[in-house]
Structures are given as structure tokens and as C-alpha cells.
């Protein structure tokens, strides 16, 4: 009987595809040595996973409070900040003065003012948390995007603000001046109502600014693709449209006009960026 070939590093060869395709190792990210699963992944019962999440938001809540009672005392010189700055671009004179129509709409507009700068520093907490929540499952590249959301979530946060004060509610308030004009009619503005609308836009736009993070790290994570965003455009800008009506307080159709723009620069801003750097 002829003895068996020696397992000898001449005849032994990896296992490479026949048809030239990438191995798993190439196709990977993580590199040739990664395991095909994230080490810390486990399967988890679903109450636990619900508990995890809600203990999450909780932290998020107690942030977005903890930072609203520290700006409450402030709240009433940056309603009167906003308030010059906005409404006396109109050029309205004595007519721009806030009227208050209860005895609690101050203390009100304060409390909402203080609760929009918890939001803002909330939005960061809310990315770390998720963070956090899905870090089991995701790979080392996975959380190195992660983490760098989290402070590009609050630039982008007061990148909306400042896009709201300085662009958007000017304008609007314009519109709104020269809507309302006529020969016998007398302008007032009530101090809640547009400070509801103020607050509101601002709000809106600090999230509508996240957009470009949540696409890079959606794609980034292989989630979805840039093709798959792009052959899907003409949806977003319907769901664009319907949420700014649904979240904007404005029925001449100015303000969700004016935001659903933004929305659809900065997606298809985006997108063009992505395709041009090619990844």
C-alpha cells in the first residue's frame, strides 16, 4: 500500500474562492482575524431588553430635566433676547412689544424656553444612550462611529438653532407681518402663541439637523445604502412634507415649507457628499 502525502506547507494552500471573490476577511472591515458575530453579543430575553431600553431613556429624561431646571432661572433674559432680536427684524415698533393674555404665560413661556435648552443637551445623551444599548451587538468600527456622533450630535444641534433664529423665524415673522396688514387692522403679538412658534421651530430644527448624521451612520453601519436612499428620494420628501405640517403650528404653510426645504437640502446634501468622496 503507497504511504499517504505528507501534510506539507507545499500542498497545503488557504481556502480561496474559485471564482476570485473576496474573502470574508477582505469583505469584513474589522479585518481578516474578526469573528463573524461581535464578541460580546448574547442573546438576552426580551424583558430584559425592554428594561435596558427604558432605564435608558430614563437617563435621558433625568439630563433633559436636571438641564431645563438649571436653565430656568436664565429663561426670562433669553425670552427677551429672542424676542427683541426676532420681532423687531419686522420692524414693527411698539406694536412688536409681547402682550399676556393669563397670569401664567410667563411663567409658562419660561418653562418651555428652559425645556428647549434641555432638549439640545439632551440629543447627545440620547446617541450615547443608544449607544450604549446596541454596543453588545456592534463591531469595533461600529462603536468608533457611534462615539463620534455623540459630540456631532450637539454641533449639529445648535447648528438648527442658529439656522432657526437667523434665517427661518426672520422670515417667517416678515411673512407674517405682511400678511396681517391692512388699513383697520391693529397687530398684537400674544407672548405664548408666538412663543410656541418660536420654540417650536427651533426644536424642529435642532433634530432636522440631525439628519446627515443619522444617513452617514445608517449607511456607515451598513444599515442601508446611498442608492437605496437616492431610488427612495421622492418618499422622504413626502414624509418630509407631512411631518413639518404635523410639527410646525403654522396654517399659512410658510413655516413647513420653508422647513421641509431644509430637510431636503440637507438629505440631498447628503447624498451628493457621499457619492462625491465615493464612500
Do not use: C
Not at 155 to 172: K, T, Y
Not at 184 to 194: I, M, N, Q, R, S
Not at 227 to 237: E, G
Request: no cysteine; charged share 15%.
Amino acid at each position: 500500500m503507497a504511504d499517504e502525502p505528507e501534510a506539507t506547507a507545499s500542498n497545503i494552500s488557504p481556502a480561496t474562492p474559485e471564482d476570485g471573490s473576496e474573502s470574508l476577511g477582505d469583505r469584513d472591515p474589522t479585518g481578516p482575524t474578526a469573528p463573524e458575530e461581535p464578541l460580546e453579543d448574547e442573546e438576552m430575553p426580551l424583558a430584559d431588553h425592554i428594561e435596558e431600553m427604558v432605564k435608558r431613556l430614563a437617563v435621558v429624561v433625568v439630563v433633559a430635566g436636571g438641564i431645563t431646571a438649571i436653565a430656568l432661572p436664565f429663561a426670562e433674559e433669553v425670552i427677551n433676547f429672542l424676542w427683541n432680536d426676532i420681532i423687531s427684524i419686522a420692524e414693527v415698533g411698539d406694536q412688536g412689544r409681547p402682550r399676556i393674555y393669563h397670569p401664567l404665560a410667563l411663567v409658562l413661556t419660561e418653562l418651555k424656553v428652559a425645556s428647549l435648552a434641555g432638549i439640545i443637551v439632551a440629543l447627545p445623551i440620547f446617541v450615547y444612550q443608544t449607544y450604549l444599548f446596541m454596543r453588545p451587538g456592534l463591531y469595533p468600527h461600529e462603536r468608533r462611529y457611534y462615539l463620534a456622533a455623540v459630540p456631532t450630535s450637539l454641533v449639529l444641534a445648535f447648528v438648527g438653532v442658529s439656522f432657526a433664529h437667523f434665517a427661518v423665524l426672520p422670515a417667517i415673522f416678515t411673512y407674517f407681518i405682511y400678511y396681517t396688514e391692512g388699513p383697520t387692522d391693529l397687530l398684537a403679538f400674544g407672548l405664548t402663541k408666538t412663543f410656541n412658534l418660536i420654540l417650536m421651530l427651533m426644536g424642529y430644527l435642532a433634530v432636522v439637523f440631525q439628519i446627515p448624521l443619522f444617513i452617514m451612520l445608517a449607511i456607515m453601519m451598513g444599515l442601508t445604502t446611498r442608492r437605496w436612499l437616492a431610488d427612495r428620494r421622492l418618499l422622504f420628501w413626502g414624509a418630509f412634507l407631512g411631518v413639518s405640517f404635523l410639527f410646525t403650528p403654522d396654517p399659512t404653510g410658510m413655516a413647513p415649507i420653508l422647513t421641509t426645504a431644509t430637510m431636503i437640502l440637507l438629505f440631498e446634501g447628503t447624498l451628493l457628499l457621499l457619492k462625491w468622496t465615493g464612500r
